[in-house]
């Protein structure tokens, strides 16, 4: 990523803590007209590191930060079906594989109810990310 985006956009939300963050500044670069490229060929290595959080603490922030993420950046009939498509698929791995539905409302409650700052993606980078294949509906 270069230097200049991350001036022009700012760096990961810290508030995310575990999931999405990339999610986040992709939305963020694409509004603000910066091109993401791909390249199948390009293999990122990820020195290894342990993680504090449990399994069904990471599907606790991936579903929560999701919800961030659709609630941020997706006009109303993406975000609807986003926000749907996320509390079913986590939801329903914090109760059938860790079987913990507390997590699931707890999960809802933050994703929901915490106060995001809005920043519906403009029709231009909608359109960007349906020519280029973009997660709009999950």
């Not at 069904?56 to 999701?66: I, S």
């Not at 950046?73 to 698929?89: C, E, G």
Request: glycine share 6%; proline share 4%.
């Amino acid at each position: 990523v270069r230097r200049a985006a991350l001036n022009a956009v700012g760096l990961y939300d810290a508030d995310m803590k575990y999931g999405c963050e990339e999610l986040d500044l992709a939305f963020r670069l694409i509004e603000s007209g910066w091109t993401i490229l791909y390249n199948p060929r390009v293999k990122v290595q990820h020195r290894v590191a342990t993680s504090s959080y449990s399994r069904e603490w990471k599907a606790f922030y991936a579903l929560r930060n999701h919800l961030w993420v659709g609630r941020r950046y997706l006009p109303l009939p993406y975000r609807v079906m986003y926000l749907v498509s996320w509390i079913l698929y986590m939801g329903s791995e914090l109760v059938i594989r860790y079987r913990r539905p507390d997590m699931v409302w707890a999960a809802i409650k933050e994703g929901i109810c915490a106060p995001q700052p809005r920043r519906i993606l403009s029709r231009r980078a909608v359109k960007y990310l349906k020519m280029h294949y973009g997660r709009l509906w999950w």
